[in-house]
């Protein structure tokens, strides 16, 4: 999809339905695809951190906050719609459900990624969700990976906030399945 600059930084442009659509069709070929979400705080980050602003040249984006899209109208350049990782997470289980490709949340505090797993299942018929929190070491990687694996993963959801989920998937890609999207507070969100 056609990208605009704001602040720096290369935003994809999707709609719900379209970003759905593209994250279901991830999930079944091979290679990992990553999808980021941008907005100001993460546009403040990459300015300070090449390492950010690299992770983000190299992989799917889109715009996250409508500080985004309004950035983009002030360039005389056009997103279709602010896409809050809120809105995209239910339209891409269901689709993942319809496909039968199962979902992986890594992420939060103990029990809460579960929760929204647990609330999710009730809505969305079909929807395989395993879970793990995002507080963990790197000797426990290894047995994590494993259980993204074993699970059949399709879709992993990474929601450890603004850089870590970043640097972490860039550190651990030869461990991800076809299709990775970083998620921040979204757990949280979808557990409360
Ligand atoms: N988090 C995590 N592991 C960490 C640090 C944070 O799983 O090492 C989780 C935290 O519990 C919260 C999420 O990351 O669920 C997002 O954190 P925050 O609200 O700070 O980030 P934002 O939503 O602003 O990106």
Redesign the pocket.
Known sequence: SASVEVAGVAVDSFTERSFAETVIEWAGKPGVDVAVGVNA?VCNLARKDAQLRGFLQRHTTYADGQSIVWGARLLGRRLPERLATTDVAEPVLRAAADAGIPVYFL???EG?AEAAAERLRARIPGARIRTH???FGEHDVPRIAADIADHGTGILFV????P??ERWVQEHEELLPPAVLTC??L??WLSG
């Not at 929601?159 to 603004?162: A, C, I, K, L, P």
């Open positions: 705080h992420g939060a505090a809460v929190h995002g507080y929601g450890m906030g603004d870590v989920q921040g507070g757990f949280d």
